[in-house]
């Protein structure tokens, strides 16, 4: 575990580190699937930079809400005081909904085809989220309750983790597990081309978070009628993810998106 990474005597923060080393591989491998489907990589770039700053608005505001109970109002004259609440951290959680909103706002602006991206790239969201949490991991954030039994880690003092107690390691856990969804997201969207497999997602890491949030203990979880904030927004996301399966079972086959489709008709009236 280490906060930073040491090089060339430069101290190089290992949380960036390990997400831009987790959108790195994301993007090379984005861009074999798409150029292999003929289609536009500069319309990935758009959506994820909608996404990003959508993801990052809304993970920011998630994180300040659920601080509310241990912000001192009197000290929001303080630009310090201010500056140190908004560096504070961030929410997975208010990103991913902010990111959908930032993709969302982004296609109303530019046309670009969000069907065929979400189901093509979808395995790639946790894929990257995994590399976020061996961040979180190196940096001692989002850490696990007291545990002395098999494989404990004792984060040291300069982590943001409590130092010296064995702790349970629930961001490795939650990195591991996060790898095998991708796996399973992408074998379904190649070998099976399951039009599901976003809400297969949003359910499968739903049930996830509601269970590791048990076993975090770092601080602001925000806890509402014996559940976590997390908790709440996973049985909200599971109540969405079953309604949407019961109303796009009904729905005819959606293999082909909306803005394929008029690509299609276009090509044909030209012809």
């Not at 706002?105 to 093509?120: E, L």
């Not at 349970?168 to 990195?175: D, G, K, L, R």
């Not at 976003?198 to 806890?223: P, T």
Request: glycine share 10%.
């Amino acid at each position: 575990m280490h906060v930073y990474f040491h090089l060339f005597g430069l101290n190089i923060p290992a949380y960036g580190t390990m997400i831009i080393t987790g959108v790195l591989f994301a993007n090379l491998i984005a861009y074999f699937l798409i150029r292999r489907d003929g289609k536009s990589f500069d319309d990935l770039i758009l959506i994820e930079a909608y996404a990003i700053l959508g993801g990052f608005i809304g993970a920011k505001l998630l994180y300040i809400l659920i601080s509310i109970p241990s912000i001192d109002f009197r000290k929001l004259g303080d630009l310090e005081y201010v500056n140190n609440l908004i560096r504070g951290g961030f929410v997975f959680y208010g990103g991913m909904i902010g990111g959908v909103l930032g993709i969302l706002i982004g296609k109303k602006i530019h046309h670009y085809d969000v069907t065929y991206f979400a189901k093509k790239i979808v395995f790639l969201v946790p894929f990257c989220h995994a590399f976020g949490r061996i961040g979180c991991f190196m940096a001692g954030c989002c850490y696990g309750v007291e545990y002395h039994g098999p494989c404990h880690v004792v984060f040291p003092e300069d982590s943001f983790a409590i130092p010296g107690v064995p702790l349970f390691p629930v961001q490795m856990v939650e990195a591991f597990c996060l790898f095998l969804i991708s796996l399973l997201l992408f074998i379904l969207m190649i070998k099976f081309h399951s039009r599901f497999v976003v809400e297969i997602y949003i359910g499968v890491y739903a049930c996830l978070r509601f269970v590791l949030e048990k076993y975090r203990f770092d601080a602001d979880r925000g806890i509402y009628g014996g559940l976590s904030t997390s908790q709440w927004i996973s049985i909200m996301l599971l109540t969405g993810v079953v309604i949407s399966f019961i109303l796009r079972r009904k729905a005819p086959e959606d293999s082909l998106s909306a803005d394929t489709i008029s690509e299609e008709v276009e090509k044909k009236e030209q012809v």
